[in-house]
Nanobody
Framework: QVQLVESGGGLVQPGGSLRLSCAAS????????MGWYRQAPGKQRELVAH???????NYKDSVKGRFTISRDNAKNTVYLQMNSLKPEDTAVYYC???????????WGQGTQVTVSS
């Protein structure tokens, strides 16, 4: 079992930056991939970015060049650096972890990101 706790959300003006953190505990050595999802009011949850144990990353097209996902294995933490934020980035951001692509995943409680217009 893996437990995930997100932090770092808040209110920011368009063009501003935030860094989200996700601290993992439990069976952390089994984690093969971690990622960030977001869900805006009235919309479906969508993948923002993910990173594998080997350091391979993938991003949603609309955040490429603005967001960076990274891992610090010593601190059991994954980060999402968000720059040049836009109002359409407003959502609850959720951390996710999985042992592999074929296994069930684990979710954090979410952290609110609001980009004012």
């Amino acid at each position: 079992q893996v437990q995930l706790v997100e932090s770092g959300g808040g209110l920011v003006q368009p063009g501003g930056s935030l860094r989200l953190s996700c601290a993992a505990s439990g069976s952390i050595f089994k984690i093969g991939v971690m990622g960030w999802y977001r869900q805006a009011p009235g919309k479906q949850r969508e993948l923002v970015a993910h990173i594998t144990s080997g350091g391979n990353t993938n991003y949603k097209d609309s955040v490429k060049g603005r967001f960076t996902i990274s891992r610090d294995n010593a601190k059991n933490t994954v980060y999402l650096q968000m720059n040049s934020l836009k109002p359409e980035d407003t959502a609850v951001y959720y951390c996710n972890a999985a042992y592999s692509i074929t296994t069930v995943s684990f979710w954090g409680q979410g952290t609110q990101v609001t980009v004012s217009s």
